[in-house]
C-alpha cells in the first residue's frame, strides 16, 4: 500500500508495478487498519525510526494526525503525547499496538507538570546569565527571555531520557488562550489609569504617535513580506504577529484564515524578533548610559 502526494505514488507505480484491484480500505482480509493514540511515556518524544515497529509488532504507520494536520510519516519525525497513528497490521497484532502506543485519549490533553515548572525554573535561571556587551558592559535576558530560549532548546530535543518536552496541541492551544486572555485582561488593568491620565494631560498627541509608529510597523513588514519575499497572505499575517510581538493578532489570523502557516510562522518570527528587540534595548541603554558618565 503506498499512499503519499500523486506525483510520487506515479513513480511508485512504475517502479514496483501494477496496481492491484483490492482495496485495502475495503478488504479487511489480510490487513487491517487502524487508528491509536500515542499516550506512553516510554513512546512520547521519540522518534519514529527508532520504535522499529515493523520488527516488533509486523506493521506500519500509514499517517500521523497531530491536531488538525495529517502528517506523513518518516524516520525522524518525532512523536507528541495526544498523536494519532494510523497503523495496518494483522486483525490479531491490533492489541499490541494499543498496548504499545498506550492508546489513551485523555493524553490529547494532558500536560508534564514537571517538564513545565522545570522548563520554566531553566528558563528565569537562564535569563539571570550575564553576558558580555563589548565596549558596553553585560546584559541579560531576563525571566521572559530566558523561558523562551531554553524552550526553543528543550523543544528542540524533544526529550531527555523519560522526560518528555513536548505538548499536546489542545493542551498548547488552551493555555495559550488562557495566557493570552489573562495577559490582555491585566495589561488593561494596569495601563487604564495611566492611559487615561496620559490623555488628559497631553491630548491625544501620544496616542497618535503610538498609532502612527504601530502602523508603520506593521504596513512596512506587510510591504517586505510581500514585495521582497513574496510570502502568502497567510505567513504574512504571521511576520506581521511575530514582528509586533502580539499574541492577539496571531489569534485573529488563526481564525481568519484556515491554514496553520500564521501559527507557524509567528513560531519562527517572534523568537528571533524577541531575542533582536531585547539584545538592541541593552545596546541603546549601554550607549545612552556610557554617553551620560562625564
Same mark, same amino acid.
Do not use: C
Given at each position: 500500500?503506498?499512499?503519499?502526494?500523486?506525483?510520487?505514488?506515479?513513480?511508485?507505480?512504475?517502479?514496483?508495478?501494477?496496481?492491484?484491484?483490492?482495496?485495502?480500505?475495503?478488504?479487511?482480509?489480510?490487513?487491517?487498519?487502524? !487508528?491509536?493514540?500515542?499516550?506512553?511515556?516510554?513512546?512520547?518524544?521519540?522518534?519514529?525510526?527508532?520504535?522499529?515497529?515493523?520488527?516488533?509488532?509486523?506493521?506500519?504507520?500509514?499517517?500521523?494526525?497531530?491536531? #488538525?494536520?495529517?502528517?506523513?510519516?518518516?524516520?525522524?519525525?518525532?512523536?507528541?503525547?495526544?498523536?494519532?497513528?494510523?497503523?495496518?497490521?494483522?486483525?490479531?497484532?491490533?492489541?499490541?499496538?494499543? !498496548?504499545?502506543?498506550?492508546?489513551?485519549? /485523555? @493524553? =490529547?490533553? !494532558?500536560?508534564?507538570?514537571?517538564?513545565?515548572?522545570?522548563?520554566?525554573?531553566?528558563?528565569?535561571?537562564?535569563?539571570?546569565?550575564?553576558?558580555? *556587551?563589548?565596549?558596553?558592559? =553585560?546584559?541579560?535576558?531576563?525571566?521572559?527571555? %530566558?523561558?523562551?530560549?531554553?524552550?526553543?532548546?528543550?523543544?528542540?530535543?524533544?526529550?531527555? %531520557?523519560?522526560?518528555?518536552?513536548?505538548?499536546?496541541?489542545?493542551?498548547?492551544?488552551?493555555?495559550?488562550?488562557? %495566557?493570552?486572555?489573562?495577559?490582555?485582561?491585566?495589561?488593561?488593568?494596569?495601563?487604564?489609569?495611566?492611559?487615561?491620565?496620559?490623555?488628559?494631560?497631553?491630548?491625544?498627541?501620544?496616542?497618535?504617535?503610538?498609532?502612527?509608529?504601530?502602523?508603520?510597523?506593521?504596513? @512596512?513588514?506587510?510591504?517586505?513580506?510581500?514585495?521582497?519575499?513574496?510570502?502568502?497572505?497567510?505567513?504574512?499575517?504571521?511576520?506581521?504577529?511575530?514582528? =509586533?510581538? #502580539?499574541?492577539?493578532?496571531?489569534?485573529?489570523?488563526?481564525?481568519?484564515?484556515?491554514?496553520?502557516?500564521?501559527?507557524?510562522?509567528?513560531?519562527?518570527?517572534?523568537?528571533?524578533?524577541?531575542?533582536?528587540?531585547?539584545?538592541?534595548?541593552?545596546?541603546?541603554? %549601554?550607549? *545612552?548610559?556610557?554617553? /551620560?558618565?562625564?
Amino acid at each position: 500500500m503506498i499512499e503519499g502526494e500523486e506525483i510520487y505514488v506515479q513513480q511508485s507505480r512504475q517502479i514496483i508495478g501494477k496496481e492491484t484491484p483490492i482495496d485495502m480500505f475495503l478488504d479487511r482480509h489480510d490487513l487491517e487498519q487502524v !487508528e491509536i493514540y500515542v499516550s506512553k511515556p516510554t513512546v512520547i518524544g521519540r522518534k519514529l525510526g527508532e520504535l522499529q515497529l515493523m520488527e516488533r509488532l509486523n506493521g506500519v504507520v500509514l499517517s500521523i494526525t497531530r491536531g #488538525n494536520i495529517e502528517l506523513y510519516p518518516r524516520p525522524r519525525l518525532v512523536l507528541e503525547a495526544g498523536d494519532r497513528v494510523r497503523v495496518a497490521t494483522d486483525a490479531e497484532n491490533i492489541e499490541s499496538f494499543q !498496548e504499545f502506543f498506550g492508546d489513551l485519549a /485523555s @493524553s =490529547t490533553a !494532558e500536560v508534564s507538570y514537571l517538564a513545565l515548572g522545570l522548563g520554566m525554573v531553566l528558563g528565569v535561571l537562564f535569563g539571570l546569565i550575564p553576558f558580555p *556587551l563589548p565596549g558596553l558592559g =553585560t546584559f541579560t535576558f531576563g525571566a521572559a527571555g %530566558g523561558a523562551m530560549i531554553v524552550a526553543l532548546v528543550l523543544g528542540w530535543l524533544g526529550r531527555i %531520557g523519560h522526560l518528555s518536552w513536548t505538548m499536546p496541541p489542545a493542551a498548547n492551544l488552551t493555555l495559550r488562550n488562557f %495566557g493570552l486572555t489573562l495577559f490582555l485582561a491585566v495589561a488593561g488593568l494596569r495601563s487604564a489609569e495611566k492611559f487615561l491620565a496620559t490623555v488628559k494631560e497631553t491630548g491625544f498627541l501620544l496616542l497618535g504617535l503610538g498609532i502612527v509608529i504601530t502602523l508603520l510597523a506593521v504596513l @512596512s513588514s506587510m510591504i517586505l513580506a510581500r514585495t521582497l519575499f513574496a510570502v502568502t497572505f497567510d505567513e504574512m499575517l504571521a511576520v506581521v504577529a511575530g514582528v =509586533t510581538g #502580539n499574541p492577539a493578532i496571531l489569534a485573529y489570523a488563526a481564525q481568519a484564515v484556515p491554514t496553520n502557516k500564521p501559527e507557524l510562522g509567528y513560531a519562527i518570527v517572534f523568537p528571533i524578533s524577541t531575542i533582536i528587540k531585547i539584545i538592541v534595548v541593552q545596546i541603546i541603554l %549601554g550607549i *545612552l548610559s556610557n554617553a /551620560s558618565t562625564p
